[in-house]
């Protein structure tokens, strides 16, 4: 770099410094990090679980003292990938991510282009039209389990005007369950990509809709060949970032429904509403004093990361976000 | 069709125009709904859920106004032995704290990134992005698993150092490309009148990053202030809750508290409200800092 053997290469000599500058954060990712997503992987293949994990004095060196903790090899993973119950919940990340990233993006996207179109008043509906996103989500989500309440929600007063009888929406069906939760994550998650297609919008240059204009293109017209081509760059972003976030998003998926109701498929019992990552966390801590299988939860884990690593390598190639910029 | 070609035209416009207003207006009405809803609970004496007044059939209203919940939260003792002021301080102190060492963390990575070039360069930053593609739980489970033979579970560490370093993903490539955007050559111009690396770096370029340093105080304190899934799990002893987990707590099907529930999360929610409709801009600037192509 030029400015680097600059004047008096002053900067060349205290060049070594520079990890002092990262080593704080690089300690805290390390330890905090690093080390327990090794340690995740390594529990996967342990039985650890309340009873088999005390006498493990020494956590840093995995396996050394903890002799109550055991190796179990694949056992774990053999045993999800066996339990019927791992399909269920398998299908229910998939319906739980798209179900929810699909209706994200359009919803975003046409309300980017009927704001961008000129409607009067438009800066006041995008004020409204942001709360979902600007309220905090763990609030609203717990808001939204009132609204599904069964007896007094406001759903179902609601729906009641409209002549539909009231719907156990949150300890009924498994479906029931599935859509409160899927229509609450959705009013979540529009706002969002309003904000970055609106963004995208506007940075298109006025010529390109003129020159269309001139050439006899209007209205849906222009949308198709201009709008659509132009900011397909922010739609691949947002749907990837989408897709991530909902996988990942614990609060969403755990706070309405805990994951339940639950019922039984060929003879296990698996939650209505529970995906990957709730799985785990449900595993792990069950509450209530029950036995919490830190190694399945681990397993558990472990699986949705996988599942997670094909487009999170994408979504780091595709926007080239290691690359220096100087 | 019939008649002047020009009134036809207006006429279709018109309708679109129309059609368009109906639109957002539903998709307004649908975005706050969940906030009115709550506002009328909170206002509504008692604490069920229960809620006949609909204005014309469908915009919540208080049933008979009272400010009591606003006033009981302050006294209210849900579990015995802990209340809301102890909450309230638990919060305000774990949010604090991790503030400040999100920022004091990520203030001097950010600019080795943006400033220096050192062996290793890319594959550190490369780990500071690795925890976005984690499924938070699959650092959950060994961190406690780590606190807990520390003996630091249902301690205040337990969630602020997994709070700081949770924020540094986002932070770190907030600070790197607002120093990026800061011209060399005041760096240099200052070194050739003998300032040295450090003085330079927190006389010249922080004060000139006052406003990404606000954005991650921002996101770190937002992740603090709301977080549920590690608090959860880390605090268990009541004395030592925070807010969230007492909103929570309230919802609990055991002991229902409707209209304190709405109250807090009023109190909770209306200031990170604010605060994020002030500094829009800056948190979606941040958000795509590192999404932007070059």
Known sequence: MASTSGPGGVLRRIRGSAYLFILPALIGLVFLVLYPFAYNIFISFTNMNTYHIRPCVNIFVPGTSCYNVQSNLFKNYLAVFADPAFLRIAVNTVIWTF??????????????????????????YRMFMIVPWAMPAFITLLIWKEMFNYQYGVVNALLAHIGVGAINWLNGGCSSAMLAMIIANIWLGYPFMMIIFSGAL???????????????????????????????????????LGCIWTFNNFNAAYLITSGGPYAVSGGSVYGCTTIFITEAYNLAFPGGGALANYAVG??????????????????TRYTGLTRRTS | MKGNHNTGKSARKLVSTGAKHLFLI?????????????????????????????????IPLPTRFTLEHFTSILHLQVVTGSN???????????????????VALTLPAGYAF??????????????????TMFPGVVTIIPQFLLFASLGLVDTYWAVIIPFIVGSLSLSIFIMKSAFDSIPREIDEAAMIDGAGEFRIFYRMLVPLTLPSIATVGLWSFMGAWLDFALSHVMLSNNSLWTLPLALYDFLQPNYTYYGSFSALSLVMAIPVFVVFMVFQKYLVSGLTAGSVKG
Do not use: C
């Not at chain 1, 849906?220 to 947002?238: D, E, H």
């Not at chain 2, 709904?33 to 004496?45: H, K």
């Not at chain 2, 809301?84 to 999100?102: E, K, M």
């Not at chain 2, 943006?114 to 925890?131: E, H, I």
């Open chain 2, 84 to 102: 809301f002021p102890v909450w309230v301080r638990n919060s305000l102190l774990i949010t604090t704290t991790t503030v400040v060492g999100a």
């Open chain 2, 114 to 131: 943006s400033r220096r070039s050192f062996r290793g360069q890319q594959a550190s930053m490369f780990s500071f992005l690795l925890p």
């Open chain 1, 202 to 240: 506007q940075s298109i240059p006025n010529e390109l809709y003129e020159a269309a204009s001139i050439d006899g293109a209007v209205g849906f017209r222009q949308m198709r060949y201009i709008s659509i081509p132009l900011i397909k760059p922010t739609i691949v972003i947002g749907f990837f």
């Open chain 2, 26 to 58: 539903l998709m307004s009405l649908i975005s706050i709904y969940p906030v009115l809803y709550v506002i009328a609970l909170a206002f509504s004496q008692g604490e069920s859920l229960a809620m006949p007044n609909l204005l014309l059939g469908f």
């Open chain 1, 99 to 124: 179900a929810n990233v699909i209706p994200h993006v359009t919803i975003g996207l046409v309300l980017a282009f009927v704001l961008n179109s000129k409607v009067r008043g438009r800066s006041i």
């Open chain 1, 298 to 315: 681990a397993a558990y884990a472990f699986i949705a990361f996988l599942m997670l690593l094909l487009p999170g390598i994408f979504w």
